[in-house]
Structure formats: C-alpha cells, structure tokens
C-alpha cells in the first residue's frame, strides 16, 4: 500500500471530512488503496468493531479480528 498518501490506522479519531468506502482484507484491501490512490484521494485504514459486523461476518471476525480493516477516502490535498 501507498505509503506516502495512506494514513497509519487510529488517524485521525474525527472522521470529518472522511467517506466510509467498503471493509475488506488482503488481497482486496491493498488493491483498493492502490486503486483509490491513483484516483487521487487520501485513504485511511481503520479496524473495525465487532459492532460494524453482520451476524454471517462474525465467526471470521473472531476468528483474525487484526485482518480486516474499513477503508475510508476523502479527495486529495494539493
């Protein structure tokens, strides 16, 4: 993942500003960062709560809570 537009996970706690995209893991996850970067925006990883989940997601939630994450963009700065 980009790492010069991708923001460390837990940044900003205000998410202001920010569009909440889709929640997903690898592979798919570094694709999407890719793919939204290169579209220009800034992308924010965030872990997701337990409360974010459907009852079919959460055994594998449980299971490797670290492995999926919530992407949210907002447009880049220039």
């Given at each position: 993942m980009g790492e010069e537009t991708s923001q460390s996970l837990g940044e900003p706690d205000d998410l202001s500003g920010w569009t909440r995209m889709t929640t997903t893991d690898e592979p798919?996850?570094?694709?999407?960062?890719?793919?939204?970067?290169?579209?220009?925006?800034?992308?924010?990883?965030?872990?997701?709560?337990?409360?974010?989940?459907?009852?079919?997601?959460?055994?594998?939630?449980?299971a490797q809570p670290e492995r999926y994450k919530t992407i949210y963009t907002r447009p880049g700065r220039s």
């Open positions: 798919r996850l570094s694709e999407l960062v890719e793919f939204y970067e290169e579209l220009g925006y800034e992308v924010l990883l965030r872990p997701i709560s337990r409360e974010e989940l459907g009852d079919q997601c959460l055994d594998c939630y449980l």
